[in-house]
């Protein structure tokens, strides 16, 4: 009983949102923004499984999420291989990946896990950069245009669109599942005191681990959608500390982080206001609304430092509180 | 010889990684954050140095000092009004804070400076001193020279004067320092303006064989991270240390590894560290 | 009864101090241990010793017959031992309810491990306060969740660490009560580092003393009760005082 009222909004929400596309214009701008909104929203859920519910703050994302990118491209560019089953090998290569970045990083907290992701994808980017024989160095890679559901390129917006949202869904989908399950429990508790977690019998290395595997995977995942979607990218761009490790960090923190809402709602503020700043501003000059996104990235920490969560409560009690 | 020569190169290279690397572990060693914009300082400082230069027609090792005093008065600016503010506040805030400030930092450097790369012509730029078969270049060896009496002035401050004493007390043991009458906010403006001064003159010694541009940070971020973890984050003798070992790691790696597992082998040697000493290797030295 | 807990020449060094100093001593099936000493005598160094958070510098620990000296404490707590903490470590945010649940997820899946969560709550007595985050809850209240949490792991060797400072008369009786109906109902050894003398007296059917990391006596408490060495170490004349049951 309880579950289906709970699930209500939800199918609710996904309705609109499948029927949205349809009332936009194809190829426009809407709905390429809200294609964009809904793969932020899953590289944000993917974040959130480490970021949120581990309480671990990544700034290295970035660094699965152009593992996945690469992967998958290289595959189709060099061996023909299907995005389709690209996107798995991107999940493994980039769940490999956050494995053996686990290991060394399990004991660290705050300041020094931050440290320690932001220089994992600030390694891979350089790597990405200087191995040119096989990321294509700085230059980056051109996907040869092919439309087909098979290769994962369309003419139209709209299966891309659907493309995303599906992204969206299954990230939700495995995060509210690992919310409640096992996993879930176990990595609360070791955020919450490790030892503890310890004596009573949670494992905490693997349930580290295993919240670091999902969630690069996942991440994985993500990069080659977008490899897909954008044609062609270079290692500066899907390996960037702002671009991606930090936006997605910052969605999901804005939007509430251990939610399953939360990287939902900080897409859908954060992408847009990006894309309006992006046009009101770099039509004068590039960087300009990347530095309107620091400087209200500043302010906000200012008004709240206590953490945009807090600051998000806070805006919730002035408006009265809708869900128990 | 090449194993000589490369160990040389390193060293030099690494006197200079030291005193970048001083600024970030006296920031963490005094106010107890890791500033994630640091190395934008160090872009600061470059851009600094390169305008004395094409403006006054000052070398750049001249220029140095005053990049020094201009990211002084920023790191103080910085501290004062925006740091303070998160001292108290969650690391996730504190990490976002800097992060913004990089953000704000690269950007704006983009906006008033555009993207071109810039270099400087000296004239020593393409001399080079002959120590037997070793050849010290020039560029090198004045920036290490310079690096050197940076590092020695620091630690003279330090050790020295009232004010480097107050912020010894205060990273060693804070209730402490201030129960002495030492006050925390004026010590903490002081390290910041002095971890990101110190950063700032290294982006001004590099400018004779580095262009400069508003990426640079990125290229010295993971190299001062790795330094300074080397060497103990919050030990000044630490980041020295570090700062030479990486200087020589990467100068040796070059000679046996392709580039692209350069910066790997630096970023396992980070890593490990971090995972198994992360109190640096050597042991504190306040 | 057999002895399920054998401990042979534990020791734990920090740097020069010994904090546990050459302790041996076995447990039976079934024994209800009292652990007491003096402050700083080492018994919450043993008891981390024993769980596997501290890896002892030389020494032999057995549970059940097998090697536990290397193990990891959730390896060790699969096996069947755990403890609570002395200051109490419970998952703050989290509410009692999933607190208690996670100790069940050793062995179980989440709705068996929230079953047997409840019916651990309500053996303790706080089933009323379920709903409550851990954190707001009174001292000698995260006690009790903290050891409901505990026996969700099934243990065989369950170690006490003060979980009764700060209770009442009434309170501390409930608590011995429930201790011995865990050691009657379910078959639990329980070593218990207590203060209140008369708990652990009226508790345990043997005692070990420690100070200054050693083991200094063991005992029925008759014995330990009249043990000179004891006494003059630790009770003093307040061991007179004490009624020691038959």
């Not at chain 1, 939800?10 to 029927?19: D, T």
């Not at chain 2, 400018?207 to 790795?226: D, I």
């Not at chain 3, 755990?82 to 996670?102: G, H, I, R, S, Y």
């Not at chain 3, 709705?111 to 379920?130: E, F, H, M, T, W």
Request: hydrophobic share 55%.
């Amino acid at each position: 009983m309880t579950l289906n009222r709970q699930l209500l909004p939800w199918a609710l929400l996904l309705a609109a949102a499948a029927g949205a596309p349809w009332l936009m214009e194809d190829q426009g701008y809407g709905i390429r923004v809200m294609t964009l909104v809904l793969l932020f929203a899953a590289m944000g859920q993917s974040w959130n499984i480490v970021g949120g519910l581990a309480n671990q703050i990544s700034l290295g994302h970035a660094a699965f999420f152009g593992l996945g990118a690469y992967t998958s491209t290289l595959l189709l560019m060099r061996y023909g291989i299907s995005p389709w089953l690209g996107i798995v090998a991107a999940m493994a290569v980039a769940g490999l990946a956050g494995a053996l970045l686990s290991l060394p990083t399990m004991r660290l907290r705050g300041h020094y896990f931050a440290l320690a992701t932001l220089a994992f994808g600030e390694v891979l980017r350089a790597i990405a950069n200087t191995w040119a024989s096989v990321t294509g160095g700085p230059v980056g890679v051109s996907i040869p245009f092919s439309e087909g559901l098979a290769q994962m390129q369309f003419k139209s917006s709209i299966p891309y669109y659907y493309l995303m949202l599906g992204a969206a869904l299954a990230t939700s989908v495995v995060f509210a599942l690992i919310s409640r399950s096992r996993l879930g429990y176990r990595l609360r508790a070791v955020k919450a005191n490790p030892q503890a977690a310890e004596v009573i019998g949670v494992d905490t290395a693997r349930t580290r681990i295993l919240a670091a595997v999902i969630s690069a995977a996942l991440m994985g995942a993500c990069g080659t959608l977008y490899a897909q979607f954008i044609y062609f990218f270079d290692p500066d761009t899907v390996f960037s500390l702002v671009g991606i490790s930090v936006r997605v960090a910052l969605i999901c923190i804005i939007g509430g982080v251990g939610t399953v809402a939360g990287p939902l709602i900080g897409a859908l503020v954060i992408i847009p206001l990006e894309e309006v700043f992006n046009d009101w501003l770099s039509g004068h000059t590039a960087g300009a609304s990347q530095l309107a996104f620091g400087l209200i990235l500043i302010a906000i920490i200012l008004i709240e430092p206590r953490g945009l969560s807090a600051l998000w409560t806070r805006l919730r009690n002035l408006r009265g509180r809708q869900h128990a | 010889m090449q194993f000589l020569q490369a160990l040389v190169d390193g060293i030099l290279l690494g006197g200079v990684y030291a005193v970048i690397s001083i600024g970030l572990t006296l920031v963490f060693g005094v106010v107890s954050i890791v500033n994630f914009a640091q190395a934008e300082f160090l872009m600061v400082g470059m851009f600094v140095a390169y305008f004395a230069w094409k403006l006054l027609g000052l070398d750049p090792l001249l220029g140095s000092l005053l990049s020094f005093a201009v990211a002084f008065v920023l790191g103080v600016l910085t501290q004062k009004y925006l740091i303070n503010r998160v001292l108290k506040a969650p690391a996730v805030a504190q990490i976002f804070l800097t992060v913004g400030l990089l953000i704000v930092m690269e950007n704006l450097a983009l906006i008033l400076f555009g993207s071109e790369f810039r270099s400087v012509q000296t004239p020593y730029q393409m001399t080079a001193l002959a120590i037997g078969p070793i050849l010290l270049s020039a560029p090198y060896l004045l920036a290490f020279v310079v690096a050197s009496i940076a590092g020695l002035a620091l630690w003279w401050v330090l050790k020295k004067t009232w004010w480097g004493m107050a912020v010894r007390a205060t990273a060693q043991d804070p209730m402490a320092a201030r129960l002495s009458g030492i006050s925390t906010h004026r010590v903490h403006q002081l390290a910041f303006g002095l971890g990101v001064g110190m950063t700032a003159l290294g982006g001004g010694i590099i400018l004779p064989y580095l262009t400069a541009s508003t990426t640079v940070g990125a290229q010295f971020s993971v190299l001062m991270f790795t330094a300074v973890v080397l060497g103990g984050l919050g030990s000044v003798i630490g980041a020295v240390v570090g700062g030479v070992a990486v200087g020589v790691i990467q100068s040796l790696s070059s000679l046996v590894l392709p580039m692209q597992l350069q910066n790997l082998a630096l970023f396992a040697i980070f890593i490990l560290v971090l995972a198994v000493r992360p109190e640096g290797l050597l042991k504190r030295a306040g | 009864m057999p002895d399920i807990l054998k401990v042979s020449r534990v020791q734990r060094r920090f740097g020069g101090l010994k904090a546990v100093d050459d302790v041996s001593f076995n447990v039976a099936k079934g024994d209800i241990l009292g652990l007491i000493g003096p402050n700083g005598a080492g018994k919450t160094t043993l008891f981390n010793l024993l769980v596997g958070l501290y890896r002892g510098n030389s020494g032999r620990i057995e549970l059940d017959g097998q090697d536990i000296s290397r193990l990891r404490p959730h390896q060790i707590a699969a096996l069947g031992m755990t403890k609570t903490f002395q200051n109490v470590a419970l998952f703050p945010e989290m509410t009692v309810l999933d607190n208690v649940l996670v100790g069940g997820l050793l062995r179980h899946g989440v709705d068996r491990a929230r079953q047997l969560a409840r019916d651990n709550l309500d053996r303790v007595g706080l089933s009323a306060i379920a709903g409550k985050p851990a954190g707001e809850l009174s001292f000698p209240e995260q006690a009790r969740v903290e050891l409901a949490r505990a026996l969700c792991t099934d243990p065989k060797v369950f170690l006490l660490d003060e979980v009764m400072a700060a209770l009442n008369e009434s309170e501390m009786d409930a608590m011995l009560d429930l201790i011995r109906a865990l050691r009657d109902e379910s078959g639990i050894t329980f070593i218990v580092v207590e203060h209140h003398m008369r708990a652990i007296m009226r508790l345990c059917n043997r005692i070990l003393v420690l100070s200054f990391g050693q083991k200094i006596a063991e005992g029925s408490p008759a014995e330990i009760a009249s043990d000179p060495t004891v006494i003059e170490v630790y009770l003093g004349k307040s061991m007179e005082q004490v009624e020691v049951p038959a």
